[in-house]
Structures are given as structure tokens and as C-alpha cells.
């Protein structure tokens, strides 16, 4: 598991499958070409009030559109960089999603057309259906469960300054082999964010005899952003 995490953050735990039910990362379609970037924050359980930190950035980005059966569809690309120790790790992924799917309550991924993800970097890059998702069927998905949403309140963010940012709340479930998890989500949200998303905590749960125990716990705070974004994965020639 913590291995799983440590190759693409969350692969592991937040692989969710073709019944994806999570907003996740993606609650607005943005102009082609906008990204943003994250500054992840992670902690992993090795004891009890024991944990260890892991430290990255996710670049999310829209570098393209097609026309598939006669639906508009958008590339989003991930690029995430992790660091634990003195280890790194550099995955990058895009899927080609339908647009209608980018927005509140849109199940981008479950309805996703095709995709790429490349673990290593010397690596080409594989189908994704010939590889573990990692965690793009939660960053790329659909409605909570549990849905709460908050009030706006005033939040500081280090570039886009001060917000009047909405909150959202909820849980997913889900069975991976023979492992059920739960993770629960408190995102704050605002326009401004080209993919809605300001900043969000995710903590993932693992059922462990009969009861869910901390996993790894997770922060995103968006950090940059801007236009002209071009993909950084080459696909495979046919």
C-alpha cells in the first residue's frame, strides 16, 4: 500500500474503478490551455501519533480538444512529483474526457474516452487500461456520498489572495481486490480555480479486521496558475 502511494501519491488508495463516485479535483471545465498547480502535503501512519511526511506538487492542465462521435472532449493531464526522504517520483497521465462531464456532479472518468499515464520517466507511456489508474478515477469523478455543503467564508490563498470560498464535504467507499476503503473529502472551491478547486483535504481510510484505520492523510493547496499549457506526455505511435 504505502509503496502503491509513494509511486503515484494515492494510486493505491484511491483507486476507485468504473463506479467512480467523487468530485474529486474537477467541479469546472476551464479554457483549453489553463493549469494550475498544487503543493501536496502528505502523512503516513508508522505508529501510533507517529507519522511520516512526504512533500510534492501536482500540475493539473488542459492541453487539448477532440471531437469524439460528435462530443466535445477535453485532454486533462496530471503531473505529479512526490518526494519522501531522499526518494522522488514523477508520474504523468492525461485522460481524454467528454466536456459535458467537467463540471458538478459530471462523472468525467467513468465516461472517459481514452487515456495515457507514464510512471517513469524513461518509460513510454501505457494505455490506461493496461495500468493501474492511480488516483484519476477520485481526482476526475462524480458526486459524493453524503454531500455537505458549507457556507462561503473567507479563506487567504498565497496567489489568488483573498476568496469567498464555498465548501464541500463527503465520503466515498469502495472495494479494491480484497481491501474496502473509505476517504473522506473537505474541499473549498472558488471560480477563480480553473478546475474549481482551491484547496482540499482528502483522508484515506483502509479496513483493517473489521474496522478502518488511517491510511495516509492528504493536503492540495493551489499554489500557482496559468495559460498556454502543452501536454508533457508523448503518445505511443500506433
Same mark, same amino acid.
Given at each position: ?18 463506479? /467512480?463516485?467523487? +468530485?474529486?479535483?474537477?467541479?469546472? *471545465? =476551464? &479554457?483549453?490551455? #489553463? ?5 501536496? @502535503? ?84 501505457? /494505455?490506461?487500461? +493496461?495500468?493501474?489508474?492511480?488516483? *484519476? =478515477? &477520485?481526482?476526475? #469523478? ?5 454531500? @455537505? ?90
Amino acid at each position: 500500500m504505502i509503496r502503491s502511494l509513494l509511486l503515484f501519491s494515492v494510486a493505491a488508495s484511491l483507486t476507485i474503478g468504473q463506479s /467512480a463516485i467523487a +468530485d474529486g479535483l474537477a467541479y469546472q *471545465l =476551464p &479554457a483549453d490551455g #489553463a493549469w494550475l498547480k498544487y503543493e501536496i @502535503k502528505m502523512k503516513i501512519p508508522r505508529a501510533p501519533e507517529e507519522f511520516r511526511d512526504a512533500r510534492g506538487t501536482l500540475k493539473m492542465s488542459s492541453v487539448g480538444k477532440e471531437t469524439v462521435d460528435g462530443k466535445a472532449c477535453r485532454w486533462i493531464e496530471f503531473a505529479m512529483n512526490m518526494k519522501v526522504g531522499e526518494r522522488e517520483q514523477e508520474i504523468v497521465a492525461k485522460v481524454l474526457v467528454p466536456e459535458a462531464d467537467m463540471k458538478t456532479g459530471g462523472k468525467p472518468f467513468e465516461n472517459k474516452v481514452r487515456g495515457w499515464i507514464r510512471k517513469r520517466a524513461n518509460q513510454d507511456a501505457e /494505455a490506461l487500461g +493496461d495500468r493501474d489508474p492511480g488516483p *484519476l =478515477p &477520485a481526482f476526475l #469523478a462524480g458526486p459524493l456520498q453524503g454531500e @455537505k455543503k458549507l457556507d462561503a467564508t473567507e479563506i487567504t490563498n498565497a496567489k489568488l489572495g483573498k476568496l469567498q470560498a464555498e465548501g464541500v464535504q463527503g465520503l466515498i467507499e469502495y472495494k479494491e481486490r480484497d481491501r474496502k476503503y473509505r476517504v473522506t473529502f473537505d474541499s473549498r472551491k472558488h471560480k477563480k480555480s480553473p478546475f474549481g478547486v482551491v484547496s482540499s483535504k482528502m483522508k484515506v481510510e483502509r479496513e483493517s479486521d473489521g474496522e478502518f484505520q488511517i491510511e495516509v492523510e492528504i493536503e492540495f493547496e493551489l499554489i500557482d496558475l496559468g495559460t498556454g499549457a502543452k501536454s508533457q506526455l508523448q503518445e505511443p505511435t500506433p
